[in-house]
Every structure is written in structure tokens, then in C-alpha cells.
């Protein structure tokens, strides 16, 4: 099992900053990808920015040019940047990462989210 914890939520206004971390714990020697994802009330969640080991990274549309997703390997740990913050922006942020378990079989695993409330 793997588990996630994340900080840094809150409420911010808009045009302001945040950085969310997650932290991961337990059987992480064989995870890949990490990343974050939100969802917002009455809304699917939606996967905002991932990271690969090596360091690719890939955004949603919405948030390019204003979140910068990173890792830290050696800690288990990736963070969020999140500038020029939008009211549209206010949701349940979720660190995610996947666990291969035998060749090319993964499991999923999300943390219990962190609350980001962006006034405008």
C-alpha cells in the first residue's frame, strides 16, 4: 500500500499563490507517476499536472502557464505551485500515484485531498 498526505490548501484570493505538497508513504519503491488532481463541487475530478520519475511533466489546458508541478524523489514527495490563482481554480486538490504491482499492472492511489478556496 502506499499512502498520501498532502498540505498547503486554503483560501487565497485571486491572483494569489499557493503550493501544495504530498507526501508518500509505505511501499513506494515501485511507484511512477505522481501528480495532482481536483474536483470542484457538482463536478468530475480532473487530473490538473502530473510528473514522471525523470521529470516530464504534463498539464491541463486550463492551468498551463500558471501551476508548475514538481518532485522530489529521495523524499516521496511532489509539489504544486500554483500562481496567478482563479476563482475557477477552487477545489478539492488531490495528490494521486500509481503503484506497478507484477509487468504492466498498476494501482492507483489518491490522497484525502486538501480544500483550495480562491475568492475573487
Known amino acids: 500500500q502506499v499512502q498520501l498526505v498532502e498540505s498547503g490548501g486554503g483560501l487565497v484570493q485571486a491572483g494569489g499563490t499557493l503550493r501544495l505538497s504530498c507526501a508518500a508513504s509505505?511501499?513506494?519503491?515501485?511507484?511512477?507517476?505522481m501528480g495532482w488532481g481536483r474536483q470542484a463541487p457538482g463536478k468530475q475530478r480532473e487530473m490538473v499536472a502530473t510528473?514522471?520519475?525523470?521529470?516530464?511533466?504534463n498539464y491541463a489546458d486550463s492551468v498551463k502557464g500558471r501551476f508548475t508541478i514538481s518532485r522530489d524523489n529521495a523524499k516521496n514527495t511532489v509539489y504544486l505551485q500554483m500562481d496567478s490563482l482563479k476563482p475557477e481554480d477552487t477545489a478539492v486538490y488531490y495528490c494521486?500515484?500509481?503503484?506497478?504491482?507484477?509487468?504492466?499492472?498498476?494501482?492507483?492511489?489518491w490522497g484525502q485531498g486538501t480544500q483550495v478556496t480562491v475568492s475573487s
Open positions: 494521486y500515484t500509481k503503484r506497478r504491482i507484477v509487468g504492466n499492472v498498476w494501482v492507483d492511489y
Open positions: 510528473i514522471t520519475r525523470g521529470g516530464n511533466t
Open positions: 509505505g511501499r513506494t519503491a515501485a511507484t511512477g507517476d
